[in-house]
């Protein structure tokens, strides 16, 4: 499967907040994230390559020991184990992000890898 309908994958709330629906391959996942006004993702990290984009709203992420203010069009790359956070500050807001490899806690049991041969 080549395309994706985002209405066929189910929210999964991850924070209070934050919902992210994440198709994925064998290496490589989608995560759109949905976030309410003042939602958090707390600091944390993990071994996964993450990268975005802001497409609706204000975020303020702090990657490292960095903190910048991102609105729509705004782009971010997030290397393997730096400590993140992001907050909401005008929302709600909408980001969509790339891991690799997938983020298994994401990926759900009744939502298949995409065939790469479709």
Do not use: C, W
């Not at 992210?20 to 003042?38: C, F, Q, T, W």
């Not at 069009?73 to 005008?90: C, D, M, R």
């Amino acid at each position: 499967m080549a395309f994706i309908q985002l209405n066929e994958f189910r929210n999964r709330e991850i924070f209070p907040g934050v919902r992210i629906r994440a198709p994925h391959l064998k290496n490589l996942m989608l995560s759109y994230v949905e976030l309410d006004p003042g939602a958090v993702v707390p600091l944390h990290q993990h071994p996964h390559e993450q990268g975005g984009m802001v497409v609706k709203g204000k975020l303020r992420f702090r990657i490292g020991n960095q903190t910048q203010t991102l609105g729509p069009g705004s782009l971010y790359l997030i290397p393997s184990n730096v400590p993140h956070e992001v907050t909401v500050i005008e929302g709600p807001a909408v980001a969509l992000d790339v891991f690799a490899p997938v983020r298994e806690e994401y990926a759900y049991e009744n939502e298949q890898i995409i065939d790469e041969e479709t």
